[in-house]
């Protein structure tokens, strides 16, 4: 599958991609830029100024930076001021800011996707946990690349790139933004496909395109939500021999099926005050309702909506893509996944798997266990971590990425 290869720096990105062209947007598709550090914070100051290529067409009308949105017509909103790198945390060592990265375009189905991959090259050294004293890993020798699919649906991956950290254990880590949002919405010059022409297949083959243009073979897949019902129903499709090349299936905020998820919002809401919740589920002002959609997001998303990774990722979020999905309502069984379920795809499925999941995120307990229990065989294991709502990349960031890592490292033997 033919790809364009666009920027290749060793210093990290401004808000958004395309950030080292030093004004050549109309070049933007075809270039190999190499960027210093002085020309990539010149980019994102320049950015700052003239938002309105990169949010034109992309901002949804739901609360701010919520990633679950509602049905409804974009609106612009203002560009974030400084973007924090790592979406905001605190305790990034420095060399974080300096590991290698690539971009490139994936042609697909008359689109381009877009696709960043990050890490050094293997045996160079470093490490964030060995930097922290969380067991450093030892291991000599290759580590199979991670590949992330992002959920929403239609919310970038943009909001996962605290994973980003994972390369600093000598690993590749691979995202990409699904047709219709994004980066892949920018290089497709503003388009994405139509609402009625949006089928799960699509996904599923655009995954496997991109898989294809970069060559990958052995790898490990994580799924957020939504990209990891993604992960299990294209494994599920796929040959023998594609299924073999992924090592291990890490997991987080997915559910048993798609109606589960929703049962659970439902819950989610009785436990909010009797006014913020009935704003959601009842006609209420608009107004009310994106009050009480932060209200929610805030105690069952992410305890982080100040996240800077999340203005930028809202920014580009499709609301075609979620309607089409989900019907743009989460708290409705609606959309081409109203019926998804894990349990056929999984029992196709043996690779070792991890499902991590927040103390506080929508889904509840039970139904992260329902999911372990769809398992016919294998390793399945499930980690909680605390002080964290659905978004625990952000919320517990340092377990989160303790727990991926130790838990990639083991299932790396083959590759040693």
């Not at 959601?280 to 100040?306: G, I, K, N, W």
Request: proline share 6%.
């Amino acid at each position: 599958m033919p790809s364009v290869l666009l920027n290749e720096s060793s210093t990290q990105r401004a808000p958004l991609s395309f950030s080292c062209t030093r004004g050549h947007a109309q070049h933007r598709h075809s270039a190999v830029v190499r960027c210093s550090k002085e020309e990539a914070a010149l980019t994102q100051d320049t950015e700052r100024r003239v938002p309105s290529l990169h949010r034109r067409s992309l901002l949804l009308s739901a609360a701010a930076t919520l990633p679950i949105c509602t049905a409804g017509a974009a609106q612009s909103a203002p560009a974030p001021s400084r973007v924090a790198p790592f979406c905001g945390v605190t305790g990034v060592p420095s060399w974080a800011f300096t590991i290698p990265w690539e971009e490139r375009l994936v042609d697909f189905g008359g689109f381009k996707t877009w696709v960043r991959e990050v890490g050094k090259k293997p045996g160079s050294g470093g490490g964030l946990f060995g930097l922290f004293g969380k067991g450093a890993d030892k291991s000599k020798g290759q580590k199979w690349p991670l590949l992330v699919l992002h959920g929403g649906p239609g919310l970038p991956s943009r909001y996962l790139e605290t994973l980003e950290l994972l390369a600093g254990q000598d690993r590749r880590v691979i995202f990409y933004d699904q047709i219709g949002c994004g980066n892949s919405f920018l290089a497709s010059e503003d388009r994405g496909p139509a609402q009625q022409d949006i089928t799960v297949d699509m996904f599923v083959d655009e995954l496997a395109a991109v898989k294809q243009a970069l060559g990958l073979k052995e790898h490990h897949v994580l799924g957020h939500g939504w990209g990891g019902m993604l992960a299990l129903t294209a494994l599920a499709a796929a040959s023998e021999e594609q299924r073999a090349q992924v090592q291990s299936i890490t997991l987080t905020a997915t559910p048993p099926s798609y109606h589960q998820l929703v049962t659970d919002r439902q819950e989610r809401l009785q436990q909010l005050p009797g006014s913020v919740g009935e704003s959601l589920r009842s006609p209420a002002t608009e107004e009310a309702r994106a009050q009480a959609m932060a209200e929610y997001s805030q105690r069952f998303v992410t305890h982080r909506l100040d996240a800077s990774c999340l203005n930028v990722a809202s920014s580009g979020q499709s609301s075609i893509v979620n309607a089409a999905l989900t019907g743009g309502n989460p708290f409705q069984a609606q959309g081409l996944l109203r019926d998804w379920q894990a349990g056929p795809h999984l029992a196709k499925l043996a690779q070792p798997m991890l499902l991590l999941e927040g103390s506080s995120e929508e889904l509840l307990p039970q139904s992260t266990a329902n999911l372990q229990a769809l398992r016919p065989g294998g390793t399945c294991t499930i980690e909680t971590l605390e002080g964290a709502a659905s978004y625990a990349h952000i919320d517990a960031w340092e377990p989160y990425l303790e727990a991926v890592n130790t838990f990639l490292n083991a299932n790396d033997q083959q590759a040693i």
